[in-house]
């Protein structure tokens, strides 16, 4: 009976808050999805930011996203072969183990610190694509180079040892064998931290993003607008905070509306390369 | 090629795997190693083509030597050497390629480019290994398509692309179903003509059928080594005949 | 015969290649130390007055220095006699640049001012409680009075401070216990009302649902955890500070309870995550030992399952609120942002990383200010960084006690 009572209990709590958690994002396309138009996503903002479009935003976002993963694609990735294919057992690699662990715990603010100190300032890039990408390409690497151990992890010895007992080196059992079977689930930790770092703010309020800029950018020198940051931005210090609501729901949109099909590709990826 | 070990002891960490083992293995022939799990049988015949480095923390004392040439000296390649030494695993492991490809591979690792002899080799090897007429049309499919005793085969087949020497072959049949197996060794039987073989093997009955000479390992010494005949007909060491008749029994 | 070598260069420059990758997250942590500490590290060593100014006393006066407090203190009115800051027994007397312009006539001054450095040399000498702040540019060598060494801030004063008023004047002040304590209150808030939900939501994932509800319900729980920190935090504008404010009849919504409730939102999927993972690490031998032996279904949860995933689950739990301190977006956006000592929930707070948010835009590199956030940014890398360790330790190894 008692059981009877506790297991209903979680049964409801999990419901409400799965219902709770899902109200959320059916809130933000219920109210967003009104705001949603062609005009909306490939025009400028206008009349102070409370008419016209994300375009700018969008675009911004894009070069960030790009830019990050050139930074953190081929180092995580190379720093997970070398994490599972070279390192031994020593105190050396445990520390990096541990590094890399606890670099993922890092508030993101903290990342935005330190691009400002080094990147804006110290190498002198300003606020800048380039700042803001290497910012969030930092912050990237934990989950790309975790998501390439356990894809590397995953590849049976059986391959390697193949590769090896017909006098292929190392490097080459890894470039031929190895990374051609892993590629697929390396690759879901790409567009999961793509997903990641479009969403991010804080590392790219001091480093890359600007309050509002109608024009494109023309070199990775130059500031851009982002998508969450426009959405902090006209959420809570546009001039007319109501005539801008309808512009926040749609820019909320557009950006879950990313991480939702950033997410749903890897899972697609994951599903179908698994066996 | 003739392999030889000569005072060979090796370790694994503090624990003594390999205890003084001197052996000679003819060329072309067929030589098998019996003995039960954990006798070495198997450290000893990957000591001829150094899969053993793989493992950390190992150690070796003595001579292994592969036509005449000690494979531990500094100056060696491990990659040339197994390029040499052949070796065909326990359970099949094509790469996850195409059959074609998994034939191909040793051949790219190790520079040939010209299309036309990647082909030629592909095709002889294929047949050599007695695979050809099962997959010669369907070359491109993935190596997973076929049956564990084919997989096992196209291993083979990958082995002999790159024309070795010498073939390795650890238990190469003990995952696979009896007509299966039954094919493996008919190839095994073949490829004596051509090549050096050593088979590691737990089926008895195996090692009777197609090997030349058998040495029986226990505990990591190597209790006896002879004529194949003479180890399960008329064995010198007890041991062996305890093993044989427990087996056979 | 085997000693053709292969190429071996390119295999050594991968190799290097890798290894440097390898080392880069150690390399970046050691780097991100290294700049917020140094960055930071000149706060105690800048004056806290404002840029341009200076303090002097009269030269009959024993005071040697003070701290950035006691001159706001002063200048508050809170101190007004020598004798409370160890000097004699004189009222203190606070001299701005207007107040002695005032006890001059404008001829005394000069036509443009020429005579005021003279004035405030004599107003400052002519009175033993002075204590003035005038501009450093009318200090000249023939200045009779006291000029007080910069004022500057100890390790003390910024642990134990209770005030965050980076621009106030004479002197700034850094105090970090508001924004340590708003940001403890929001998170320890946080995780009070993440974890029961969270934990009845892991046991009924890990025990109660059936595998087809499990495969459904987690990845999109997972979900959950990447939806930008941002929107979270415009969701709690839009729905939840209104309804703190309507609920508790507050003058505003913006409060530490806000901020909670956002941060538990956010946190739940990792801790869900986490702890249901922990306790589908229970061998089932172990729970069907349990159930053989006549115990109930929950008996066995609560009894086996609950307390052999216990170190999972309060890595989980320290996880959250390792996350929980480091959320910058969503707790600016809801908090109100007061720098003050909360006493209940309902209070506006600033946490840490709001402040940093909040403030970075406006300190110019090098200044105090700017100084004090890179502070702000090495302390909350040292919380994280110790609370991710720790949950490191505790999640290594399940056990039974």
């Known amino acids: 009976m008692k ?69 953190a694609f081929p180092i995580g990735v190379m720093s997970g072969i070398y994490m599972n294919e070279y390192a031994g057992n020593n105190f050396f690699v445990k520390i990096i183990r541990i590094m890399t662990n606890n670099l993922g715990g890092i508030p993101s603010i903290v990342f935005g610190l330190f691009g400002m100190s080094l990147f804006v300032n110290k190498l002198n890039f300003g606020d800048s694509i380039i700042a803001g990408s290497l910012t969030l390409g930092l912050l990237a690497l934990p989950l790309i180079i975790r998501v390439t151990e356990e894809a590397l992890k995953s590849i049976p010895d059986s391959y390697r040892h193949g590769s090896l007992a017909l006098g292929a080196t190392k490097l080459q059992t890894i470039g031929r064998v190895v990374l051609p079977a892993a590629f697929p689930n390396i690759m879901t930790g790409l567009i999961l931290s793509i997903g990641r770092v479009s969403g991010e703010t804080a590392p790219i309020l001091f480093t890359a993003a600007a309050y509002f800029l109608p024009k494109l950018p023309s070199s990775i020198y130059d500031q851009v607008m982002a998508l969450p940051y426009h959405l902090y ?43 | 090629m003739k392999l030889e070990a000569k005072n060979v002891n090796f370790f694994y960490g503090d624990f003594h795997a390999l205890k003084d083992i001197n052996m000679i293995i003819e060329e072309n022939s067929v030589t098998a190693f019996i003995g039960p799990s954990g006798c070495g049988k198997s450290t000893f015949l990957r000591l001829f083509n150094r899969m053993n480095d793989l493992i950390t923390d190992t150690h070796l004392d003595g001579e292994c030597l592969v036509g005449g040439q000690n494979i531990y000296d500094k100056s060696v390649s491990v ?62 499919k993935s190596a997973y398509a076929l049956s564990g005793g084919q997989q096992q085969r196209l291993c083979i087949a990958r082995a002999l692309a790159v024309s070795p020497s010498v073939i390795l072959m650890d238990e190469p049949a003990s995952a696979l179903d009896p007509i299966s197996t039954s094919k493996i060794e008919e190839l095994i039987f073949e490829l004596k003509n051509q090549y050096t073989v050593v088979i590691v093997t737990h089926n008895m009955q195996q090692a009777a059928r197609v090997s030349d000479k058998t040495g029986f390992f226990m505990l990591g010494e190597m209790i006896e080594y002879a004529d194949t005949k003479k180890i399960f007909l008329n064995p010198d060491k007890e041991q062996t005949q305890n093993y044989i008749t427990g087996r056979f029994g | 015969m085997f000693n053709k070598k292969k190429n071996k260069f390119l295999e050594f420059l991968f190799e290097s290649a890798f290894r440097l990758s390898g080392s880069v997250t150690t390399i970046i942590i050691l780097l991100i130390s290294i700049f917020l500490f140094t960055e930071g590290w000149g706060l105690f060593q800048s ?31 809170n101190i007004t006699s020598w004798k409370e800051l160890g000097g004699d027994d004189i009222p203190i007397e606070t001299l701005r640049m207007d107040d002695v312009a005032g006890l001059y006539t404008e001829q005394e001054l000069g036509p443009n001012f020429e005579y005021l450095p003279e004035k405030l040399s004599e107003a400052v000498s002519s009175r033993v409680g002075a204590l003035g702040f005038f501009p450093e540019q009318f200090i000249n060598y023939k200045f009779k009075g006291k000029v007080l060494p910069s004022i500057t801030i100890s390790l003390k004063d910024y642990f134990g401070g ?12 850094f105090g970090l216990l508001p924004l340590l304590l708003g940001t403890l209150w929001v998170s320890l808030g946080a995780i009070l009302l993440a974890l029961p939900f969270g934990m009845a939501v892991a046991i009924y994932l890990a025990e109660l649902a059936s595998p087809r509800v499990r495969k459904i319900l987690k990845p999109l729980i997972e979900l ?178």
Request: charged content about 15%; glycine content about 8%; hydrophobic content about 50%.
């Open chain 3, 47 to 77: 004056s806290t007055v404002e840029k341009g100014y200076i303090l002097c006393i009269n030269k009959e006066n024993k005071i040697k220095n003070l701290t950035p407090h006691q001159v706001k203190d002063i200048f508050d009115g």
């Open chain 3, 162 to 173: 209770k005030e965050w008023f980076p621009t106030a004047t004479p002197s700034a002040q």
């Open chain 1, 3 to 71: 059981q009877a009572i506790i297991f209903w209990l979680f049964r409801v709590m999990s419901f409400a808050v799965v219902a709770i958690l899902f109200s959320i994002i059916g809130f933000i396309v219920f109210r967003g999805i009104g705001a949603i138009s062609w005009e909306f996503l490939t025009s400028e903002p206008t009349d102070g930011m409370t008419k016209g479009g994300i375009f700018p935003a969008i675009v911004g976002t894009f070069y960030l996203v790009i830019g990050s993963m050139l930074v």
């Open chain 1, 233 to 275: 931005v006209i959420a809570t210090s546009g001039t007319d905070l109501e005539a801008t609501r309808p512009m926040a729901y749609g820019t909320a949109l557009v950006l879950i509306t990313i991480v939702l099909i950033m997410n749903l590709i890897a899972n697609f990826l994951r599903r179908k390369f698994s066996k």
């Open chain 3, 224 to 401: 959950l955890a990447g939806i930008p920190s941002v929107v979270y935090g415009f969701f709690g504008l839009i729905i939840i500070v209104p309804l703190i404010r309507d609920l508790f009849q507050l003058p505003v919504g913006e409060t530490a309870l806000a901020g909670s409730i956002v941060l538990a939102i956010m946190a739940l999927p990792t801790i869900i995550t986490v702890a249901e993972d922990a306790l589908r690490t229970t061998p089932i031998a172990m729970k069907e030992s349990s159930l053989a032996l006549g115990a109930t279904h929950w008996q066995t949860v609560f009894r086996v399952v609950i307390p052999y995933a216990s170190s999972g689950i309060l890595a989980a739990i320290i996880l959250g609120i390792g996350r929980a301190i480091g959320e910058t977006m969503a707790v600016l956006m809801v908090t109100g942002n007061a720098a003050v000592i909360p006493h209940t929930l309902a209070e506006p707070v600033r946490t840490i990383p709001a402040t940093i948010a909040a403030e970075l835009g406006e300190a110019s590199a090098g200044s105090v200010q700017y100084q004090a956030l890179f502070m702000l940014g090495a302390i909350l890398f040292v919380l994280t960084l110790g609370i991710s360790i720790f949950a490191e330790i505790i999640r290594k190894e399940p056990h039974l006690d």
């Open chain 2, 79 to 140: 990659d040339e050497l197994r390029k040499t030494v052949g070796m065909v695993f326990q359970k099949p492991n094509p790469f996850p390629k195409s059959i074609y490809e998994n034939v191909a591979y040793g051949l790219r690792v190790n520079g040939v480019k010209d299309k036309a002899i990647i082909e030629e080799t592909v095709v002889k090897s294929l047949q050599q290994s007695a695979l050809w007429g099962e997959v010669k049309d369907k070359l491109k």
